[in-house]
């Protein structure tokens, strides 16, 4: 088993900057890739970052060169620096852990709203 708890998520006004952290426990030695997804209201879940144990990240295009995803094996944690943040940016940010091809652990969700 494995959990996973998103913090860092707030109100913040388009331009400015949040941090979202991921803490896993349990299972920890089985984690492959690790991920942030988003929800926005109305719309289906999405691939925000993926980033691999060793490093290799991966974005969606809209947050490329504003966002960066890290990843702490000693401390267990995995981060997502959110820079020049848009009102479009608005939604639950989920973190997520692979540990097979078929099993991957969500995190309960932390919402990030952009706004003026």
């Known amino acids: 088993q494995l959990q996973l708890v998103e913090s860092g998520g707030g109100l913040v006004q388009p331009g400015g900057s949040l941090r979202l952290s991921c803490v896993a426990s349990?299972?920890?030695?089985?984690?492959?890739?690790m991920g942030w997804y988003r929800q926005a209201p109305g719309k289906q879940r999405e691939l925000v970052a993926s980033?691999?144990?060793?490093?290799?990240?991966n974005y969606e295009d809209s947050v490329r060169g504003r966002f960066t995803i890290s990843r702490d094996n000693a401390k267990n944690t995995m981060y997502l620096q959110m820079n020049s943040l848009k009102p479009a940016d608005t939604a639950v940010y989920f973190c997520?852990?692979?540990?097979?091809?078929?099993?991957?652990?969500w995190g309960q969700g932390t919402q990030v709203t952009v706004s003026s």
């Open positions: 997520t852990a692979d540990v097979s091809r078929l099993t991957r652990y």
């Open positions: 349990g299972s920890i030695f089985s984690i492959s890739v």
């Open positions: 980033i691999t144990g060793g490093g290799f990240a």
